[in-house]
């Protein structure tokens, strides 16, 4: 897991740095200014960004809203040693991830970062988010409908055990398959596929 640190403060940054290395499961780049990291960022993304919110010129709402605007679906948690209900509450309009108030334990920064991981199936390969999104996404339809397991099978022609494996991502959908699951939702596979962010 690739992880970006933007702090202006070079004590914070080594810190969490030697803290993620320790964990034996990150890769760290730490950015003492918001062009130094958009620049990285264009030559490789990161996974996650630690984003302090308060750095001088430049705010953490402006690059918030900078790299959401570049990269749509990147996990961004706000880190502040400023923590105020009403700027949490302005910190989650800004579509971020999470919000981290300083000082914080190592044990809150190891949940939200595993938080996170969950929730952008990071770290997977490709076909396993593939996977994941697909199935989620083909139970999302069949529950919009208020369908059963057992009413898909029968407008699709695919057993119950095999529509069950392929919501829970343990499989994906052949092309037969996925036709089939398509036609019974009035969908075109590009309309499915293009729905989960892959």
């Given at each position: 897991m690739e992880v970006a640190v933007l702090d202006d403060d070079v004590d914070f940054r080594n810190y969490i740095e030697d803290l993620l290395r320790d964990?034996?499961?990150?890769?760290?780049?730490?950015?003492?200014?918001?062009?130094?990291?958009?620049?990285?960022a264009e030559s490789r993304l990161p996974d996650i960004v630690l984003l302090d919110m308060k750095m001088g010129a430049v705010?953490?709402?402006?690059?918030?809203?900078?790299?959401?605007?570049r990269w749509?679906?990147?996990?961004?948690?706000?880190?502040?040693?400023?923590?105020?209900?009403?700027n949490m509450r302005a910190t989650f309009k800004l579509k971020v991830f999470?919000?981290?108030?300083?000082?914080?334990?190592?044990?809150?920064?190891?949940?939200?970062?595993q938080n996170a991981i969950q929730q952008f199936s990071l770290g997977r390969a490709p076909q396993d988010r593939l996977r994941?999104?697909?199935?989620?996404?083909i139970k999302l339809?069949?529950?919009e409908r208020d369908w059963s397991l057992?009413?898909?099978?029968?407008?699709?022609?695919?057993?119950?055990?095999?529509?069950?494996?392929?919501?829970?991502g343990a499989n994906l959908p052949s092309i037969e398959s996925l036709l089939a699951i398509c036609r019974a939702f009035n969908r075109?596979?590009?309309?499915?596929?293009?729905s989960i962010d892959f």
């Open positions: 964990e034996g499961m990150y890769a760290v780049r730490t950015f003492a200014t918001a062009d130094e990291l958009f620049a990285s705010t953490g709402e402006q690059v918030v809203e900078r790299l959401l605007a749509p679906d990147l996990c961004i948690i706000v880190v502040t040693g400023y923590p105020s209900l009403e999470d919000y981290l108030a300083k000082p914080f334990s190592l044990a809150q920064l190891r949940q939200i970062l994941e999104r697909l199935g989620h996404r339809l069949r529950v057992k009413d898909l099978a029968a407008v699709t022609k695919l057993s119950v055990s095999q529509i069950s494996s392929i919501e829970r075109k596979p590009s309309e499915i596929l293009s």
